[in-house]
């Protein structure tokens, strides 16, 4: 069993900036940044495998955000710039030895995630 813990989130204004971090028990292969809006599913923000490669979900996505992983800490984060008000959701951490998206199931580990709101 690998548990997650999010930290970081908070209330900025539009234009601002927030850093999410990830602290695992273990850092397996992959790992990404999830959120959700209530009423709406959850939805991919960036994944990051252990030797790197990131990946984000759209390139608007690509242009403000950059994940990031220390292996050596277990840990996994997010920099967020250029904040919007539609960025505004909670943040899940997630982790799994395999890549889940290509096995049409969900990751094996999750966080209890951490919320970020945006304000105009």
């Known amino acids: 069993q690998i548990k997650l813990v999010e930290s970081g989130g908070g209330s900025v204004q539009a234009g601002g900036s927030l850093r999410l971090t990830c602290l695992g028990s273990h850092a397996p292969h992959c790992m990404a940044w999830l959120r959700q809006i209530p009423g709406r599913e959850r939805e991919a923000v960036a994944t990051i495998h252990t030797s790197g490669g990131p990946t984000y979900s759209s390139d608007d996505i690509k242009g403000r955000f950059t994940i990031s992983r220390d292996n050596d800490r277990n840990s996994m984060y997010l920099q967020m710039n250029s904040l919007k008000p539609d960025d505004t959701a909670m943040y899940f951490c997630?982790?799994?030895?395999?890549?889940?998206?290509?096995?049409?199931?969900?990751?094996?580990?999750w966080g209890q995630g951490t919320q970020v709101t945006v304000s105009s």
């Open positions: 997630a982790a799994d030895p395999f890549e889940w998206w290509l096995l049409k199931r969900q990751p094996a580990y």
